[in-house]
T-cell receptor, first 118, second 112 residues
Framework: GAVVSQHPSWVICKSGTSVKIECRSL??????MFWYRQFPKQSLMLMAT?????????EQGVEKDKFLINHASLTLSTLTVTSAHPEDSSFYIC??????????????FGAGSRLTVL | LAKTTQPISMDSYEGQEVNITCSHN???????ITWYQQFPSQGPRFIIQ???TKVTNEVASLFIPADRKSSTLSLPRVSLSDTAVYYC?????????????FGSGTRLSIRP
């Protein structure tokens, strides 16, 4: 089945530094990928839609200058958390449409990246 | 996307059948119903998808009444490993303009 690889699975960084998270579709092409953020015991919150070859679309309230998204190829999207602060500590999950099911509204998710900002 | 309503939490015991119902009163004609499972500190995993009537796969069944305003995920003979959060999503066929928004989900706890 379809696999989305997300790296790193966890990262600890100092406040003020930047962190990059990669999301790769391993056996299928993804012109679009979705980035979610999840706080403990809460649901996934859509942050942005990453589009290959064009600018990402950010959800309301998500700072595009803080969460930089690049979708340079059909299999790779990256999320960079710039000048991270403790409140950015969260579980970040990427996903791409495709894989299991009939394809309608079905996403394959990465394993997630847990970011801790000290 | 159609808004969904699910119970916040459910408890059951090993070996029991668990049914989780999702309400989606404003589902559109082109909308599919999709369920995902999420374990702690992992990304969600696709379980099952349907449009109408009944769908069954190796892990679950999905029952959808004729009016499609609700759906029920049925997990037969659950085990401790089925403890997870289950999300019901409703939306039409995917396009680059589609956004997939998660609701609150149902936190299922299975006891020995």
């Amino acid at each position: 089945g379809a696999v989305v690889s997300q790296h790193p699975s966890w990262v600890i960084c100092k406040s003020g530094t930047s962190v990059k998270i990669e999301c790769r579709s391993l056996d299928f092409q993804a012109t679009t990928m979705f980035w979610y953020r999840q706080f403990p015991k809460q649901s996934l919150m859509l942050m942005a839609t990453s589009n290959e070859g064009s600018k990402a679309t950010y959800e309301q309230g998500v700072e595009k200058d803080k969460f930089l998204i690049n979708h340079a190829s059909l299999t790779l999207s990256t999320l960079t958390v710039t000048s991270a602060h403790p409140e950015d500590s969260s579980f970040y999950i990427c996903s791409a449409p495709g894989g299991q099911g009939s394809g309608a509204n079905v996403l394959t998710f990465g394993a997630g990246s847990r970011l801790t900002v000290l | 996307l159609a808004k969904t309503t699910q119970p916040i939490s459910m408890d059951s015991y090993e070996g029991q059948e668990v049914n989780i119902t999702c309400s989606h009163n404003n589902i559109a004609t082109n909308d599919y119903i999709t369920w995902y499972q999420q374990f702690p500190s992992q990304g969600p995993r696709f379980i099952i998808q349907g449009y109408k009537t009944k769908v069954t796969n190796e892990v679950a069944s999905l029952f959808i009444p004729a009016d499609r305003k609700s759906s029920t995920l049925s997990l037969p003979r659950v085990s401790l490993s089925d403890t997870a959060v289950y999300y019901c999503l409703v939306g039409e066929g995917y396009s680059s303009a589609s956004k997939i928004i998660f609701g609150s989900g149902t936190r299922l706890s299975i006891r020995p």
